[in-house]
């Protein structure tokens, strides 16, 4: 499943209605406010003092020594692996986790690190006993396991704490550091109803992505201990990532810590509601979690069903005839998501 498919947005019309993901928000007025205000310094230099703060508030809140603002969730990812692997040695993940199918193959192809994908669960899990199977002998012959990289929420399932700490201790058993891409840490923390601290403490590194969920214009932060947090920020400048009065987008990403990473089960619940009117529909298979859904539409009328919903400001993607997924986030409210269940009673008529 490609969730990338059909993803530009056809047509002339405007959008009342966006569920093709969450990174589509528009800040608010509340955020702008903040970024207009926000304290400005050249980041390179250290002296942006927005960014110091959102670095320290993330790495506080998340219970990690330090923390790196970078631009987006693929830069952090391949920043922490190449802060934890050396060229010749390998990161075990999931086949369908985002740093395998949807990186560019950037850790292998540029960082020259080893990608050992393995089967992902129905839950969004590894298998322990996978893992401890994945990882190599000292042998010539074989790259050096160095890392495990997980993923919660993976296709928008929050993965349980037991199944994350089983599959972070059988990487720890052999020796392997551990990885979290936590793009939406927030949407899996507030559906698995647990502290930020108990997420975060089963891995070394994690990546917060603040684009998604919680609605800013740009950005992502890696956490993790101060060591490997210092290589990244190396790994960073020679990617290109080094941002100057970056306080703009770091303004934006604290505002979105105080006021919309608690506001994520009101998502949730509209996913559920917008699963359940397709379901009442009959019209194909639907799952859902999170603050996510997958309508595979029965006979494959993808292509019809999206050219309808925009005609009526409703943006979906999923071209082709396999899962639409469709995602709620704070720019899609009541009245936005009761106009899509509209459209889609109406096509299915």
């Known amino acids: 499943m490609n969730q990338y498919a059909g993803m530009a947005r056809a047509g002339g019309n405007a959008a009342l209605c966006d569920l093709r993901s969450d990174t589509v928000t528009r800040p608010d007025a509340g955020m702008l406010q903040a970024m207009a205000a926000a304290e400005l310094g050249d980041d390179v230099y250290g002296e ?36 934890h692997c050396q060229r010749g040695e390998e990161v075990i993940c999931g086949k369908g986790y985002h740093v395998n199918a949807y990186e560019a193959a950037g850790a292998s192809v540029l960082g020259g690190i080893a990608l050992c994908p393995l089967p992902v669960r129905a839950d969004g899990a590894l298998d322990p006993a996978e893992i401890r199977a994945a990882v190599k002998e000292d042998d010539p012959h074989f790259p050096v396991s160095r890392l495990v990289s997980l993923e ?74 101060a060591d490997l947090i210092a290589k990244a920020r190396r790994w960073r400048k020679m990617l290109g990532g080094g941002m100057r009065q970056a306080g703009v987008l770091a303004a934006a990403g604290l505002y979105a810590l105080e006021h919309n990473a608690g506001r994520l089960a009101e998502d949730h619940a509209r996913a559920a509601d917008l699963a359940g009117e397709l379901r009442g529909l009959g019209a194909g298979d639907v799952s859902q979690a999170t603050n996510m859904v997958f309508f595979t539409p029965a006979g494959g009328r993808n ?34 998501l009761g106009r899509a269940v509209q459209g889609l009673r109406r096509f299915y008529g």
């Open 48 to 83: 942006d003092r927005s960014v110091n703060r959102l670095e320290a508030v993330l790495a506080e809140r998340l219970g990690k020594e330090a923390a790196l603002f970078v631009p987006t969730g693929t830069m952090s990812n391949f920043a922490a692996m190449l802060a």
């Open 303 to 336: 292509d019809d069903l999206r050219a309808h919903l925009a005609a009526e400001g409703v943006v979906i993607g999923g071209g082709g005839s396999g899962a639409i997924r469709m995602v709620l986030h704070k720019d899609v409210d009541d009245g936005a």
């Open 152 to 225: 919660n929420t993976h296709n928008g399932l929050a993965v349980p704490l037991a199944d994350m700490s089983a599959a972070a201790e059988a990487g720890r058993a052999a020796g392997l550091s551990v990885h979290l891409d936590g793009a939406r840490f927030f949407n899996a923390i507030t559906a698995l109803g647990c502290a930020e601290t108990e997420l975060a403490g089963l891995t070394d590194t994690v990546s917060v992505c603040l684009s998604k969920g919680l609605g800013t214009p740009a950005g992502s932060v890696l956490v993790g201990p």
